[in-house]
């Protein structure tokens, strides 16, 4: 691969596109759903998840390095805003991390780009936190 395609490859590319991105958020808030290990990151959430689904597809496609749905309808992300009506505290973050990882390892996600991906959600996930415990 030259040097100039390798600038161009983003993680979205890596990952397999929007169809990839899509399918890991569908695995994400099944999970979610269904797995009572998550249940306390659940009841934070709306009875309905069609709406969660979707916002975190366009964000995660954007935040990937591919297209920009989440901004062309919503603006800038600000997404520390948007979580403070939530008290998001470290179980919370670990709950949200232990089930995107769970979501990628059941997709079989390269092991490489999985970890990379964990790495950095987990710094956005850490942000996100607006209380102490
Ligand atoms: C740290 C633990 C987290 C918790 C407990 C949490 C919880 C939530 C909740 C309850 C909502 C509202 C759902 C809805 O309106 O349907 C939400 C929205 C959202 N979350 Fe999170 N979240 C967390 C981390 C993250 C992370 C790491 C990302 C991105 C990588 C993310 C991206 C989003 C997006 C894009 C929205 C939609 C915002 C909007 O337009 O209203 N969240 N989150």
Redesign the pocket.
């Known amino acids: 691969m030259s040097e100039a395609s390798e600038v161009k490859d983003t993680a979205f590319e890596r990952l397999g596109g929007e169809a990839a991105v899509r399918a890991l958020v569908d695995r994400f808030y099944d999970l979610m759903d269904l797995d009572s290990a998550y249940r306390g990151?659940r009841a934070?959430?709306?009875t309905h998840l069609e709406?969660?689904r979707d916002?975190?597809f366009w964000?995660?496609c954007g935040?990937l390095g591919g297209p920009s749905h989440?901004i062309e309808r919503?603006g800038h992300?600000m997404?520390r805003a948007?979580?403070l009506p939530?008290a998001?505290g470290i179980a919370?973050?670990d709950q949200?991390m232990a089930c995107m990882k769970q979501a990628m390892a059941e997709l079989e996600i390269d092991t490489t780009l999985a970890e990379r991906l964990a790495a950095a959600?987990f710094n956005?996930?850490d942000w996100?936190r607006n209380r102490g415990v």
Do not use: D
Request: hydrophobic letters at 55%; proline letters at 8%; aromatic letters at 24%.
């Open positions: 990151l934070l959430h709306p709406g969660s916002k975190l964000f995660l935040w989440y919503f992300p997404l948007r979580h939530f998001i919370e973050r949200w959600l956005t996930a996100m």
